[in-house]
């Protein structure tokens, strides 16, 4: 009884695999989206990824599955809407905290299993010049905080699905901080 069980167990889960979004649409593309003669993004699949703490994110990135999925589950009570996760991915970065604990990236495939729901995902809000805190030296026109501000700000819209903060830096523009949200569309 136990092995029919969990025979069962993988075949569902097999099969959840197998039945995930394709990475391309178009002319010769493959049930996967992977092979394509002429073929397009499907908008179906999309890579997210996260960099903070291991007390934002969790010890190995559980916290950063747990908060997408409790997201998605309040915007599935308004609309239909079903999400795989696949080739999860964490990691360590330089950044030192005080405590001596590196931050850490965590990454996803996010899929979506219905074919007319797609993710939108775009940059909400620029911030140039942007310094870690008042104590920093340079040309400061904003402040981290601001957009961490900014990024709590664009999760208490309720169609989001996730937030997050993306570092750059220009010669003529500083560092820039961008705020970038992801929907269903």
Known sequence: MKKTLAT???LMVLGNIAQAAPY?????CNAEGTRCTFGKPSGRVLNWSQKGT??????KCEKF??????RKNEIAKSK????KYKNFTYGFTRDVQAD??????????LHSELEDVKFDSRITEKFFWVCDNKDSVGICAHYMDECEASRQNALRSSDVLDAKIQLGASLLQG?????VTVKFK
């Open 8 to 10: 069962l167990f993988s």
């Open 24 to 28: 391309y649409s178009g002319i010769g």
């Open 54 to 59: 291991v007390q934002e994110l969790g010890e």
């Open 65 to 70: 599955i747990e908060n997408i999925e409790a």
């Open 80 to 83: 239909k809407i079903e999400l």
């Open 100 to 109: 001596g604990r590196a931050k850490i990236v965590c990454s996803v495939e």
């Open 175 to 179: 560092q820039i901080c961008e705020v």
